[in-house]
C-alpha cells in the first residue's frame, strides 16, 4: 500500500522560512515524479510544485516560483519543498503526492496516492 507522511508544517511569519518533508513507502519512490499541492477551505486543491524522477527537472506554479525549492532523495525515499519568503497567501494545508506518469500534468487528476497533509499558517 502506498503511504505519503508530510511533516515540518507549523507557524511561520510573513518573510520566513519552512522547510516540508514527506516520506514514502509503498512503492518504487524513485520511479516516480512527485508534487507537492496546498488547499485551503472552500477552494480547489491547487499545484505547487512538481520533480521529475532523477530530480534533474523541476516546475512550479507562477505564485510561488523563486520562492520555493522542491528536490528529492531518491536513497532516503524523501521528498521536500524548502519554502522561503513566505507570504500570508501561502497559508494552506499542504500535501505531497506521487505522480502517475512520467507526462507533465499539473492537475489533480495526474496524481494517485496523497498525504494527510500538514499545515502551515503564515501570519505576523
Known amino acids: 500500500q502506498v503511504q505519503l507522511v508530510e511533516s515540518g508544517g507549523g507557524l511561520a511569519q510573513p518573510g520566513g522560512s519552512l522547510r516540508l518533508s514527506c516520506a514514502a513507502s509503498?512503492?518504487?519512490?524513485?520511479?516516480?515524479?512527485m508534487g507537492w499541492f496546498r488547499q485551503v477551505p472552500g477552494k480547489q486543491r491547487e499545484f505547487v510544485a512538481r520533480i521529475s524522477r532523477t530530480g534533474n527537472n523541476t516546475y512550479y506554479s507562477n505564485s510561488v516560483k523563486g520562492r520555493f525549492t522542491i528536490s528529492r532523495d531518491n536513497a532516503k525515499n524523501t521528498l521536500s519543498l524548502q519554502m522561503n519568503s513566505l507570504k500570508p497567501e501561502d497559508t494552506a494545508l499542504y500535501y505531497c503526492a506521487n505522480a502517475k506518469t512520467s507526462i507533465l500534468d499539473y492537475a489533480i487528476r495526474g496524481y494517485d496516492a496523497w498525504g494527510q497533509g500538514t499545515q502551515v499558517p503564515v501570519s505576523a
Open positions: 509503498g512503492f518504487t519512490f524513485r520511479r516516480n515524479s
